[in-house]
């Protein structure tokens, strides 16, 4: 009878603890069902494997089942007032872990992406700018030297060069022995050609007598113009005097032998040949250039065949006027 009646109220108390667990059980599913529905039930096991139960299952009818009841009830409502601390908190909690979530994949998004990507785009800027400036720095100081380079050339035949020009010793139209030392102190325009020259050699030194008229008119200046044969087998010195007077009364024919119309062709730089020859009769071809030589018989330009008479005059005094400086 006894144990009847202490099974039957225990039977009853473990049905109310497993109503008490199914309220507390669907309500906190709805909020966290896979953390708080283990929690539970975890803990409803513990209960039923307290020394509590097994105590009342041993001590039978009187204190025993009130305190079976008085500990069920105790424990059901600790646990549904501990219940409601967890159901406040699991919002919390749940909101917690989702932020925690959230902030771990962006923190790794992050770390994965933007700093690595900022730092990188920062780095080639950083390095783009400043190839760039290495870059025309460079450049600029290429471009300047080239400059300078290009002035130096330029500046070059102004103040002379010894691979034109040198020593000579020829025989004037006059029949006088004549070197470079006779003309020293002076302005010198001199050209090559020959006395049989059919109409380049007579062209070009109409032209340098008119432009030394001019040069004497518009600069104040007087040029020595100078002409050197080089057919020498045929300009003699009378040959040579006939026809330099034609041309100016100024101009100065030169002649010599064959070594000496050589050796001042090759100083000067000046390239000559015989063409077409016909017995007696032939032509020599040979370089069309007039050089200006300085007061020390010292290079310092020449004018080719495209100067007129004008352009050649404007060049002369300029060069004369910069070697002044």
């Known amino acids: 009878m006894i144990s009847t009646i202490s099974r039957n109220n225990c039977i009853r108390c ?8 199914t309220r507390n059980h669907n309500h906190l599913m709805k909020s966290n069902p896979s953390f708080l529905s283990t929690h539970l039930l975890n803990e409803q096991f513990n209960l039923l494997q307290s020394p509590s ?3 009342v299952f041993s001590s039978g009818l009187g204190n025993g089942t009130s305190m079976l009841s008085h500990r069920f009830l105790s ?7 501990s219940k409601k601390p967890l159901e406040v908190g699991s919002e919390g909690g749940e909101k917690a872990s989702e932020s925690s979530k959230q902030s771990s994949s962006n923190a790794g998004k992050s770390s994965r992406g933007a700093p690595v990507s900022w730092l990188s785009f920062l780095f080639l800027i950083t390095t783009g700018a400043g190839l760039l400036y290495y870059y025309d720095k460079e450049k600029k100081k290429h471009i300047e030297e080239i400059n300078n380079a290009a002035t130096a050339v330029k500046q070059g035949p102004s103040v002379g060069k010894a691979a034109i020009g040198g020593p000579f010793n020829l025989v004037n139209h006059n029949g006088k022995s004549v070197t470079e030392q ?14 049989h020259c ?21 600069a104040k200046i007087e040029i020595v113009p100078v002409f050197i044969s080089v057919d020498p087998e045929r300009d003699t010195v ?28 090759r100083a000067y730089r000046v390239y ?26 010292e290079y310092v330009k020449f004018f080719g065949k495209n100067h007129d008479v004008d352009s050649l005059t404007d060049g002369i005094i300029k060069e004369i006027r910069e070697y002044k400086k």
């Not at 059919?198 to 518009?218: F, Q, R, S, V």
């Not at 040979?286 to 018989?297: E, R, T």
């Open 14 to 21: 473990i049905r109310r603890s497993f109503l008490t667990y």
């Open 53 to 55: 139960s097994q105590w």
């Open 75 to 81: 424990s059901s409502s600790e646990n549904q007032e």
């Open 182 to 195: 006779d003309f020293r102190g002076k302005w010198t325009l001199v050209y090559f050609g020959f006395t």
């Open 198 to 218: 059919p109409d380049i050699c007579p062209d070009e030194l109409l032209k340098l007598a008119a432009a030394i008229d001019k040069i004497k008119e518009k």
């Open 238 to 265: 009378g040959q040579v005097h006939d026809y330099v007077k034609e041309f100016h009364p100024n101009l100065v024919g030169l002649t010599g032998s064959a070594d000496e119309v050589k050796k001042v062709a």
């Open 272 to 297: 000559y040949m015989k063409t077409e020859e016909e017995g007696s009769d032939y032509l020599v071809d040979h370089s069309i250039i007039m050089y200006l030589m300085d007061p020390n018989m």
